[in-house]
């Protein structure tokens, strides 16, 4: 699809960068001709200097050893006007080599400017799923040629304090199974004087919104994706209202803490949980607020998890939502050095570089030969043991997966400003939206 550029002043706030990438793009052409090469790589996650940046460094100087013609220059951007950077570059035609993307819509908006990644992959395509490599396809077409390698599975689950439930007289190596359990574990918990749920939702209500794809993940199960054409909907599902119902009764009983309305999901409410101020939280499975954050500050033994809270009317149980692809880096097709571009994508994708990767940041890798065992944390496998279904989110136009879902989940559950049939009636709306842009 073809971009649609916002106002021009954008570009020329930051026409000095550009002027930078056309020395640069001089720079890399030299290079070529000395049969050398210099990769630029661009990402949201280098800035995190004290996390991920520690990591990238050492998978780049990895990969610059096992490819001495290799020069890796990566260059963190800020997070609040990332896209608008990339869309620069594009309007300018030249940039980076590479550039991270979020898996889904934000990386599909930029296909007819990333190369197809098909015959660079061919050798070991098969240590990744054909689940993530559709997902990385031209607009999520598993008929069409690849254009992201993934880089992580995104996903969200309930992470408990083990300590906290045996405190609270619970089993603490038992998660609940059922609603009936998990709401009974709530009171045992909140009588203990314990918060039962730690929430984070000043801002934007993230603690419910994952929450909601748990839910989903268990209503629809493999049908998750026909959300996105119109066989399945939210309005008219028994189930989905029922889920709505049970947040608000997590609210109403006081199960989910109060002070989450006053609490930024990033980073406060996942920190809460990690300093022991309260015995569940609805986390990620990769990037940040995750199993390894909480295994570290809790112990490695002392977390325990369960995808998401099982309930009646559901059709299906224990089911795992899941991104394919978190993240991933894509090659832009301006590149004057494809080739080397790519050996620098597969070093993060796969062997050591990859296994650093995980091990480091806590990312949860789709490459399927990454050692589990070898990262020291048994929660891991716990987590990949459940049954992955597709995250609705990623079906939705990205306005409405990246702020009016939130913005809804708030009015409905925490000011209370709408009713529950016209949540799941904005929410129904969602998925029009996303089928009429098909």
Known sequence: ????????????LLLPSMMIWSAGTKESAAAKADGKAEITIWDFKYGDVEGVQPAMKKIDDLIMSQNPGITIKHVGQPNDNYYQLVRAAVQAGQGPDIVMFHGGVQAYEFDDYTIAMDSYIADWRSEISEFSWAYCSENGDAKKPVHMVPLTTQGFGIYYNKALFKQAGLDPEKAPSDLDEFLAACENLKKAGIVPIVAGLQGDPFSIDFLFRCFVANIYGEDVKDLGTGKQNFAGNAAFKRSAEIVKELFSKGYMDPAGTSTPYFMDAANNFA??????????????????????????????????????????????????????????????????????????ARGEGNALWMGMTGALSPNKNVDIKNLGYPLVAKILEKPFVLDFNT????????????????????????????????????????????
């Open 275 to 348: 300093a022991g101020k309260g015995a569940m939280f609805i986390g990620l499975l990769s990037d940040v607020c995750h199993w390894k954050v909480f295994c570290d500050a809790l112990g490695i033994d002392g977390v325990g998890y369960f995808p998401t809270i099982n309930f009646p009317q559901a059709k299906y149980k224990d089911q795992q939502v899941g991104q394919p692809a978190g993240i991933g880096y894509s090659v832009m097709t301006w590149s004057k050095n494809p080739e080397a571009a790519m050996k620098v994508v597969e070093g993060y």
């Open 395 to 438: 079906l939705l136009l990205n306005e409405d997966a990246n702020g009016n879902f939130d913005r809804y989940c708030a009015q409905a559950f925490v000011t209370n400003e709408i009713s529950i049939d016209k949540f799941i009636a904005v929410s129904q709306g969602m998925l029009d939206n996303a089928q009429k842009a098909r």
């Open 1 to 12: 699809m073809k971009i649609r550029m916002k106002v021009m002043c954008v570009l020329l």
